[in-house]
């Protein structure tokens, strides 16, 4: 098993305390209740709390939006239109991925992703044990995925999706390794 360490025992420590919080505020809201009020009492302020919360929300929302949009994926999102520096097909299928075992780092690869059966899912996962990225794989389809590999290491690809028997074996080592200069990596140049 992996060890739970960075930003994942953030994430964990997080949602604990966001949990605990929901917990104490539930069981609040159970006792506060316990005595019937008339529905006329209460419901201005009520109108009034809804109201806020919308606004809270709302604007929450918009803000979350504007700030992580320029963080997926996708090129187009990215500003990039330019060509990766190289192009990988994986094609996922029971129980093993088929693409190469060998792969460089700081390089923008454009992974594109099919499945030769059922569903899987394509994730990556850092020499640490952190899901860096994950893509879907499909059947009868092609998904684009782009990524940059951070740092040589022995990464590890998993698939996300339960896909029959074999799923949780359905894994492979990925060695990424510093890449050679630009000259020499054989693919496309951007
Ligand atoms: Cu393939 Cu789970």
Redesign the pocket.
Known sequence: MVPIAGKQLVILVLWLALSTIVVIAFSWVVSSTKRPVPVGDVQPGGYRLRRLWGWFYGTLLVAAFAVTLWTVPYAWAQGSTGKPALVVHVY?H??AFTMPKKLPSGTRIEFLVTSLDVN??MGIYSPQGELLGQVQAMPDYTNVFFFTFPKPGRYVIR?L???GAG?SY?FQPLQVYAPAPASTLGGRSA
């Open positions: 996922a029971q129980f899987h899912d698939c999706e339960l896909c799923h359905m």
